[in-house]
């Protein structure tokens, strides 16, 4: 790659990623908002201010550019409003999609979330890229939703674009707050942890430099053009809390809990539906396709994750 261009690179993600293709993109561009600090790991790049809504603020950041990386969105919390997260996710793809088909992009990789197929699921099951889209009703679902089959409606030998699907991303040292993960921490540190048996439970999850390491494969890999692929790790709930208990260093008692017993929970409280969790999601055809496994690995991600919440106070 010689010159990449990518949005939302102060986000967790995005700093993985500018700091993984530094060192072999003859340029790097990052577009920041107006009054937006430049990251430390930015501080070498290339930095262009504008917000993706305004495609008037785009065009010089494309111009030139081999490969534009879109990882800029809202949410989570942030994505208030269905129509303040299709402002940002959905117009501003389009914005970027519009302006890289003007602008002669060879590679336009979008960031995409399992959110799409629904992140949790009390039905065993493995889906891959052929799933169903059936998103919550919520802005951020539904906006990345649309945002994807957006670019993929998108001729990929006019934009040799391809997709990026994750599920939750453990960022590392650039970590923010993940409110599942932090419950299941402050769990752990009460001492008492459910232990399901009967049917398995799941958590899917990633490392944030493992999935800026698979982005750079998309942008890179002639045989990414016109695809979608899933990245995902998935691990055993119980596996999970005894890792964090590990690496918090401390004794906690397993309460025997029944899956069906959560499964009738979640079906009462939908926040549940992270421990009564059933689906997972395969990474065979990231694997087979591109060649591309894990560098890090999830394991090492929540070690370094809870480490990075330690230092910054999040836990003690």
């Known amino acids: 790659m010689n010159v990449v261009a990518i949005t939302g690179a102060s986000g967790m993600i995005g700093r993985h990623l500018v700091e993984a293709l530094s060192p072999s993109a ?22 262009y201010r504008g917000d993706v809504r305004r495609p008037e603020d785009l065009s010089a950041f494309i111009d030139g550019a081999d490969t534009v990386f879109h990882l800029a969105a809202l949410v ?10 299709r402002a940002v996710n959905v117009v501003g793809t389009r914005n970027l999609v ?23 699921g009390l039905e065993d099951e493995i889906l891959d890229e052929n799933g169903p889209h ?13 945002a994807e089959e957006l670019v993929t409606s998108e001729d990929p030998t ?7 699907q994750v599920p939750v991303v453990l960022g590392g040292a650039h970590t923010v707050d993940k409110p599942n993960l932090l419950a299941l921490i402050r769990m752990t540190r009460f001492g008492f942890i459910p232990y399901t048996f009967g049917d398995r439970t799941w958590a899917n999850y990633v490392y944030a430099g493992d999935v800026a390491a698979a982005l750079a494969c998309l942008g890179a890999h ?3 053009a016109g695809e979608v692929f899933i990245f995902n790790e998935t691990v055993s709930l119980n596996d999970l809390f005894a890792w964090i208990a590990r690496e918090l260093n401390v004794v906690v008692s397993r309460v025997p809990v029944p899956s069906f017993a959560l ?23 990231i694997r087979s396709v591109l060649g591309y496994s894990p560098r890090v690995g999830l394991e090492e991600g929540l070690r370094l994750t809870i480490s990075h919440y330690r230092r910054t106070g999040l836990i003690t």
């Open 134 to 146: 059936v998103p919550l009703d919520r802005p951020y679902d539904r906006s990345k939703t649309e």
């Open 26 to 47: 003859g340029q790097v561009r990052v577009l920041l908002l107006p009054n937006e600090p430049v990251p430390s790991c930015c501080e070498e790049a290339v930095v």
């Open 158 to 164: 006019q934009l040799p674009w391809s997709v990026l």
């Open 222 to 224: 002639p045989l990414s």
């Open 76 to 85: 989570g919390k942030d994505a208030n409003s269905l129509a303040e997260a």
């Open 98 to 120: 519009e302006l890289a088909k003007v602008h002669g992009t060879r590679s336009f990789v979008l960031l995409s979330t399992c959110c799409v197929y629904g992140l949790h």
């Open 263 to 285: 499964r009738l929970a979640a079906h009462a409280h939908r926040r549940l539906a992270v421990l009564a969790n059933r689906r997972r999601f395969s990474s065979e055809k």
